[in-house]
């Protein structure tokens, strides 16, 4: 779908480019905060939407935001409810932000081993403090969201040549 209306958004995007980018970080937000995982699929399409720099900076801010989002609501009354389907893991992760938080919170995002919203339930039930966990997350999520955003910008570049190729193909 995306290759089908690539012009079609490209030339929206051109026009409105920062609404199109406000209603890409919101979509982005709503999906880190609802936990669903598709951080990976939405950084590339950043990335084809919007170029590296753009998408990924945009894909990041999304990503921080969503995570601080469900990082706040774990912290209400809600958040018991919500970690008890990660118990066994949540226990392990437990542990380590009591150790050293904002080290351990950077390692886990820098190396994602577990789940994006297991880690932003159990930062909160651990107590981890809201400024800890927003600077280890923006700056942990920075090298695989700029990585998965370039991947992105090159595939734009593919979907675009072959789109010429079927033009060129049709005019034939």
Request: aromatic residues 12%; contains cysteine; charged residues 10%.
């Amino acid at each position: 779908t995306l290759v089908r209306h690539h012009e079609a958004l490209q030339d929206f995007i051109a026009t409105h480019e920062t609404s199109a980018v406000a209603a890409y970080v919101v979509l982005y937000i709503a999906a880190v905060a609802l936990s669903v995982p598709v951080g990976f699929y939405l950084t590339v399409i950043g990335g084809i939407l919007f170029g590296g720099i753009l998408g990924g900076a945009a894909a990041m801010a999304g990503a921080t935001i969503g995570a601080i989002s469900i990082f706040l609501i774990a912290k209400s009354a809600i958040g018991e409810h919500l970690v008890r389907r990660a118990r066994p893991l949540a226990e392990k992760l437990a542990q380590g932000f009591r150790d050293d938080a904002f080290s351990y919170l950077l390692f886990l995002r820098l190396v994602p081993i577990f789940p994006f919203w297991a880690i932003n339930l159990v930062a909160a039930l651990a107590g981890v403090r809201l400024a800890t966990f927003a600077a280890a997350t923006a700056l942990g999520i920075i090298p695989a969201t700029f990585t998965f955003a370039f991947v992105g910008a090159g595939l734009d570049s593919v979907i675009a040549a072959q789109q010429a190729a079927y033009r060129s193909c049709l005019a034939a």
